[in-house]
Structures are given as structure tokens and as C-alpha cells.
T-cell receptor, first 115, second 111 residues
């Protein structure tokens, strides 16, 4: 089935540094990728939608200059958290429509801890 | 608008009993809904889905009910097992593809 590989699974970084999270579609072409953030004991909040070859669409309240999204190919979308601060510590998950009967596949998530 | 899930409610049931998890969705135009199971530190796992032209769908040990009048979804899990312990989320497809998650519920199975 359609698989999205997400890396890294966890990362610890210092405040002020940037962190890049990658999501690769392994056996299908992901023209769209959704990026979510999940704080402890909360639901998944949609941050942005990336589309291959075009600018990402950000949800209200999400800073596009802080969360840089690149979707340069049909198999790779990246989220870069720039100038990370402790409040950016969260679980980040990507998801792509598989193109099969409304299906979606999710990455395994990235636990970001900013110290 | 988007559904926002904060401060997950919890549901505790005895092993072997049936569980019912409820969810309210936000967009009356949404035409597709999914229930996901999420275990700690992992991404969501698909359980069952339903389209808006249906009001009930059954899977293995699970049933989803859709009430479009009140924008309500429920997930019924029959004969719950310890492995069913997790957080359960409903999600609705808004527009062409955007998937928005609703309130989650933490299900705990007591032995």
C-alpha cells in the first residue's frame, strides 16, 4: 500500500536553530502533502497544505515564515521549523492523499524538542 | 471552520464490553469521514470510513454511524480488547482533499 516515510522520528535542537522534517512517498506520487502539529493530549491541528511545484497554503494563525514548506518533487515534501523555540516543541505529522478511494496515508511523526 | 480538539476526554470500559466513542464535526458540507486510532508516539492508523451518502458502515468489530442532521459521528467497538486502548480521532474531509481532525477520545480498557 501507499507509504509515507517521515524522518527524523525525533530530534532535539537548541533554541534559535532550524530543523528540517522530511516526508517521502515511497510507492506513489504525492502531489499534495498535509502537515499537522499535535501537542500533548490534543488533537492533530492542520498547519499547512503543500502542493508539488507551488506555494504551500497555510492555515490561519500559522506563520509561513517560521514553518517553511517545500514540495519540490512528487515524492518529497519538507517542513523546516526556523528559529525554533521551546513552544515549537511538538509532534509533527505529515499525510498524503493516496489517490485511492479518498484514502490518506500518514507518516510516523517527528517528535521535536527544543531546549 | 475547523474542528479543534483540546483536552482529550477519556472513556474507560471493561474488557469484553462494547465501547462507543462520539465526535462532532464542523462542516455540514463535508462528504467523507474517517476514524483513526493513535497509539502513543505514532501516527494515526485508519480504522473505518464512511461517506455522507451513508448513515452506517460496519467493519470487523467496528461500526461507524453518521448523523448528518446534527453533524455527529460515532464509533462503536465491539468486545473491546486491551489492544484497543488508544486515542481515537474522527476526521472530516473538507473541500477537495483537506482532512481536518476533530476531538479525540482516550479509550482505556480495564482488565
Amino acid at each position: 500500500g501507499a507509504v509515507v516515510s517521515q524522518h527524523p522520528s525525533w530530534v532535539i535542537c537548541k533554541s534559535g536553530t532550524s530543523v528540517k522534517i522530511e516526508c517521502r512517498s515511497l510507492d506513489f506520487q504525492a502531489t499534495t502533502m498535509f502537515w499537522y502539529r499535535q501537542f500533548p493530549k490534543q488533537s492533530l491541528m492542520l498547519m499547512a497544505t503543500s502542493n508539488e511545484g507551488s506555494k504551500a497554503t497555510y492555515e490561519q494563525g500559522v506563520e509561513k515564515d517560521k514553518f517553511l514548506i517545500n514540495h519540490a518533487s512528487l515524492t518529497l515534501s519538507t517542513l523546516t521549523v526556523t528559529s525554533a523555540h521551546p513552544e515549537d516543541s511538538s509532534f509533527y505529522i505529515c499525510s498524503a492523499p493516496t489517490g485511492i478511494s479518498y484514502g490518506y496515508t500518514f507518516g510516523s511523526g517527528t517528535r521535536l524538542t527544543v531546549v | 471552520g475547523e474542528s479543534v480538539g483540546l483536552h482529550l476526554p477519556t472513556l474507560s470500559v471493561q474488557e469484553g464490553d462494547n465501547s462507543i466513542i462520539n465526535c462532532a464535526y464542523s462542516n455540514s458540507a463535508s462528504d467523507y469521514f474517517i476514524w483513526y486510532k493513535q497509539e502513543s508516539g505514532k501516527g494515526p492508523q485508519f480504522i473505518i470510513d464512511i461517506r455522507s451518502n451513508m448513515d452506517k458502515r460496519q467493519g470487523q468489530r467496528v461500526t461507524v454511524l453518521l448523523n448528518k442532521t446534527v453533524k455527529h459521528l460515532s464509533l462503536q467497538i465491539a468486545a473491546t480488547q486491551p489492544g484497543d486502548s488508544a486515542v481515537y480521532f474522527c476526521a472530516e474531509k473538507q473541500g477537495a482533499q483537506k482532512l481536518v481532525f476533530g476531538q479525540g477520545t482516550r479509550l482505556t480498557i480495564n482488565p
